[in-house]
């Protein structure tokens, strides 16, 4: 068995016997296994076992490495899970089922005229900047009430919210925070946690967490 494999296989055994013990609505959150900077050789074994969901951070890298596969089957789903140029969306909506990195309205415009023109809809994670850092992208949590009702209006699947946390070690609090703004807008979807802190994401109902190198192992 090829060592992401068996990573993986690791990695849900863990998630299972943990949401036992967890107080969560999440009964199985989906790992997406993060394929950046990953030639397509380390990603076949995981392609193989069945696995279908795959996070790339630049739509020009997921074009070259998934456009194949991607043609041959189909059920693959591929994640944005990096910032999205607004001169990329018509490239990236060719390519990608999700987008977790909705931060403006700039680029709510642009993927709702790009949707038209390809008459293909993905499914969209608002960014929120939970830790209002100025080096993050993101919504801030006091205009996301307003910035949903305009992507609602502009006919984009908005399906839940993602954030990247401050590294501060107070991570879990600012989860509690996600999981309870989600809630609020009655989002079914949540997408927060990577290698580090999955565990502390499906503890406060992430639905989809970015695993990359506990699966690949560190990117050389």
Same mark, same amino acid.
């Given at each position: 068995?090829?060592?992401?494999?068996?990573?993986?296989?690791?990695?849900?055994?863990?998630?299972?016997?943990?949401?036992?013990?967890?107080?969560?609505?999440?009964?199985?959150?989906?790992?997406?296994?993060?394929?950046?900077?990953?030639?397509?050789?380390?990603?076949?074994?995981?392609?193989?076992?069945?696995?279908?969901?795959?996070?790339?951070?630049?739509?020009?890298?997921?074009?070259?490495?998934?456009?194949?596969?991607?043609?041959?089957?189909? /059920?693959? %789903? #591929?994640?944005?899970?990096?910032?999205?140029?607004?001169? @990329?969306?018509?490239?990236?909506? *060719? &390519? $990608?089922?999700?987008?977790?990195?909705?931060? /403006?309205? %700039? #680029?709510?415009?642009?993927?709702?005229?790009?949707?038209? @023109?390809?008459?293909?809809?993905? *499914? &969209? $994670?608002?960014?929120?900047?939970?830790?209002?850092?100025?080096?993050?992208?993101?919504?801030?949590?006091?205009?996301?009430?307003?910035?949903?009702?305009?992507? *609602?209006?502009?006919?984009?699947?908005?399906?839940?919210?993602?954030?990247?946390?401050?590294?501060?070690?107070?991570?879990?609090?600012?989860?509690?925070?996600?999981?309870?703004?989600?809630?609020?807008?009655?989002?079914?979807?949540?997408?927060?946690?990577?290698?580090?802190?999955?565990?502390?994401?499906?503890?406060?109902?992430?639905?989809?967490?970015?695993?990359?190198?506990?699966?690949?192992?560190?990117?050389?």
């Amino acid at each position: 068995m090829h060592k992401s494999v068996h990573n993986l296989i690791q990695i849900e055994k863990e998630i299972q016997s943990n949401i036992i013990n967890l107080d969560t609505t999440t009964k199985s959150p989906k790992i997406i296994a993060v394929s950046k900077t990953h030639p397509i050789a380390s990603i076949s074994p995981l392609i193989n076992h069945g696995h279908l969901d795959f996070g790339e951070n630049k739509v020009q890298e997921a074009i070259d490495k998934w456009s194949d596969i991607k043609n041959k089957k189909n /059920s693959i %789903k #591929l994640h944005l899970i990096g910032r999205l140029q607004t001169n @990329k969306v018509k490239y990236a909506l *060719k &390519i $990608f089922d999700y987008i977790h990195s909705l931060d /403006s309205e %700039k #680029l709510a415009n642009k993927i709702s005229d790009e949707q038209i @023109k390809q008459g293909k809809k993905p *499914k &969209i $994670f608002i960014q929120v900047n939970i830790g209002n850092e100025d080096q993050k992208s993101g919504i801030n949590k006091e205009r996301l009430d307003d910035f949903y009702k305009f992507c *609602k209006n502009l006919n984009l699947d908005i399906i839940g919210t993602m954030c990247i946390p401050p590294n501060n070690g107070n991570t879990e609090k600012f989860f509690f925070e996600m999981s309870n703004i989600n809630q609020k807008l009655n989002f079914k979807e949540l997408s927060m946690g990577m290698s580090g802190d999955y565990l502390e994401a499906i503890k406060n109902s992430a639905t989809y967490v970015r695993v990359g190198s506990k699966i690949f192992g560190s990117r050389t």
